[in-house]
């Protein structure tokens, strides 16, 4: 029994540890871990003096107290959002779509950037293309993964799960285990969020052409449109393992393709073009071939309209 009190207190510490580096303030945050660290120091002096009882009851109303704070959090759509995630997707139906807020920022630094955002009318009948598009900022292992629908008439959309923070709140890995961020996912054009990421953060970006029938295109779009209303109506949470920019867009497919079967690849998301080229999905070639082709350089951006940069991202798909 000493045992397992031993490893459900140490447990608990790691997890109110991280949540409280989830939540709290930067000046908070040590002070806070440091009491935490001193009440384990006090427990583990307490078994040693044969007072285990006491430390169980401690630390079963302290778990008890930390699960009724993460069962009660609820998500909102109403908090002072920072700009970039200021506007959902959503889209009015109809014989074209309607999407009210479509994200064209300019970004000159990562701090400095030209907001706007603009109403688009699509035709889901006249959608020629999907693409994968990849940034890994750190581990190669970890990417984060955005769709991008190309139209008849020369315009990509690109939808991106991303993690919805407030002004002045920052952003930790951890925060996402704790239901620190709301969820959202934004619609946006090729210049703002590819330019960003190869010339503004130099992430690595690959780009993947997916072969899909226009129907299953058609659907596909229309399912993220669903799901992005369904937000608009009821708040999520985001979460680092189970509701990410990866694992969301997976179970909008699973909408319209039931058979798809969960995958490594899905957590470990820098790997992802392996599973799509399990799947058929993915142009003729060896998987080192398809990256190689896949990696956007950095750019600039030489003031070409949208149409041609969306054009140029795919010069190496069209040799």
Known sequence: ????????????????????????????????????????????????????GAVWW??????????????TRIPRNDKAWIPEV????????????TIPHVRRFRWITKKEVVEAWEPWE????????????????????????????????????????????????????????????????????????????????REKVSIFPVLMTPEARRALFLA??????????KAAWYNTITSNCTTVPFEIVRTINRKLRYDWRLIFSGHLPGYLKKLGVLPPGTMDELRARAVLPVSGDDGTDDAAYSQRLRQAWRV
Do not use: C
Not at 60 to 68: K, L, M, Q, R, S
Not at 86 to 97: D, F, Q, Y
């Open 86 to 97: 200021a506007h959902g997707l959503t889209g009015r139906m109809g014989r074209n779509i």
């Open 122 to 201: 699509v035709d889901p009948e006249a959608i020629t293309s999907v693409d994968l598009i990849m940034s890994i900022w750190s581990s190669p292992l970890i990417a984060h993964t955005m769709v991008s629908f190309g139209f008849a008439d020369g315009r990509h959309l690109v939808i991106s799960g991303e993690t919805r923070r407030q002004k002045g709140d920052r952003f930790t890995i951890t925060g996402g285990f704790f239901r620190r961020f709301e969820l959202i996912l934004i619609a946006a054009d090729e210049r703002d969020v590819v330019h960003l990421r190869t010339d503004v953060r």
């Open 1 to 52: 029994m000493t045992v397992l009190l031993l490893v459900a207190m140490l447990g608990l510490a790691a997890v109110l540890w991280f949540a409280l580096d989830a939540h709290l303030p930067v000046g908070l945050i040590r002070p806070l871990q440091g009491l935490v660290a001193v009440v384990v120091l006090a427990g583990l002096a307490a078994i040693w003096f044969g007072h285990a």
């Open 58 to 71: 401690g630390w079963a109303g302290a778990a008890a107290a930390f699960v009724i704070w993460y069962l």
């Open 224 to 233: 993220f449109i669903n799901h992005g209303n369904d937000l608009a109506r």
